[in-house]
T-cell receptor
């Protein structure tokens, strides 16, 4: 067990709604990265938070936003949901030190947009 | 930015045979190459990784090779077993002060036939 947890497990929303997904990082990790994994695809990087600051962003529109808290847990918010937002959302935590980052994934939140 | 190509997309092998999955990357600055295994409905799990200062790494039945000149790296699984059946993702990341996002390939669905 990696120690990274996510909630909720599953979520169903309708187009135009807003959603908040949550991630608790592994103990000792101060960096959280969020990925979107569409069906049959590899995870795609959304953004990363390091010590409560956004530390890099992938090719996702501004309606995808995030937050990291002092305990290093994180939230992903998506506004104005679209059908294509249906995917598995994964967060991964890492220690944020050293030259390489070994990332440990949570179980994911399956978002369905109808 | 980095682009990772992964082949094949599907692979079927007989139990006991070897399986090889290949990835190429585009960014010569990439220096960390992890491989993840994702079973159906579960989180990606890191199974092995290789850093740019070595050409090969082995862990029991799993090995990874890296050719930085050609910008490709491969996963080798020997003596395959039915429990090796899963989707495998390669990833690459360029160094950036110790916290950089992973760029994933699209995955290889490995089926080991008993």
């Amino acid at each position: 067990e990696t120690g990274v947890t996510q909630s909720p497990t599953h979520l169903i929303k309708t187009r135009g709604q807003q959603v908040t997904l949550r991630c608790s990082s592994q103990s000792g990790h101060n960096t959280v990265s969020w990925y979107q994994q569409a069906l049959g695809q590899g995870p795609q990087f959304i953004f990363q938070y390091y010590r409560e600051e956004e530390n890099g962003r992938g090719n996702f529109p501004p309606r995808f936003s995030g937050l990291q808290f002092p305990n290093y847990s994180s939230e992903l918010n998506v506004n104005a949901l679209e059908l294509d937002d249906s995917a598995l959302y994964l967060c991964a935590s890492s220690s944020g030190t050293g030259m390489y980052n070994e990332q440990f994934f949570g179980p994911g939140t399956r978002l369905t947009v109808l | 930015g980095e682009n990772v190509e992964q082949h094949p997309s599907t692979l079927s092998v007989q139990e006991g045979d070897s399986a090889v999955i290949k990835c190429t990357y585009s960014d010569s600055a990439s220096n960390y190459f992890p491989w993840y295994k994702q079973e159906l409905g579960k989180r990606p799990q890191l199974i092995i990784d290789i850093r740019s200062n070595v050409g090969e790494k082995k862990d029991q039945r799993i090995a990874v090779t890296l050719n930085k000149t050609a910008k490709h790296f491969s996963l080798h699984i020997t003596e395959t077993q039915p429990e090796d059946s899963a989707v495998y993702f390669c990833a690459a990341t360029p160094w950036n002060s110790g916290n950089t996002p992973l760029v994933f390939g699209k995955g290889t669905r490995l089926s080991v036939i008993a």
